[in-house]
Nanobody, 114 residues
């Protein structure tokens, strides 16, 4: 069973940056579209960004121009570089395939606050 392990979250001030990482067992990254999702308190989980096998990217309007998704298939790792963070970016961030078919990992908490 593929396991997803997200890391890199933390507390950051508005305007700051974080880089999230998602590592997975197996070679799922090379054969699937991968996505970063987030879930804020009291809200549904939403797709933030996705990246295809050939590194074509798509972003939610709310993060376009601020977040960058990338992948390293050799390392079975997907990254999310987040810049110009806003309080409304506060959420637990998860990675999964797109569409999401794997068991969700524990996610990594991102808190944007002064």
């Amino acid at each position: 069973q593929v396991q997803l392990v997200e890391s890199g979250g933390g507390l950051v001030q508005p305007g700051g940056s974080l880089r999230l990482s998602c590592a997975a067992s197996g070679s799922i990254f090379s054969t699937n579209v991968m996505g970063w999702y987030r879930q804020a308190p009291g809200k549904q989980r939403e797709l933030v960004a996705r990246i295809s096998r050939v590194s074509t990217t798509n972003y939610a309007d709310s993060v376009k121009g601020r977040f960058t998704i990338s992948r390293d298939s050799a390392k079975n790792t997907v990254y999310l570089q987040m810049s110009s963070l806003k309080p409304e970016d506060t959420a637990v961030y998860y990675c999964n395939t797109y569409p999401a078919v794997l068991t969700w990992g524990q996610g990594t908490q991102v808190t944007v606050s002064s």
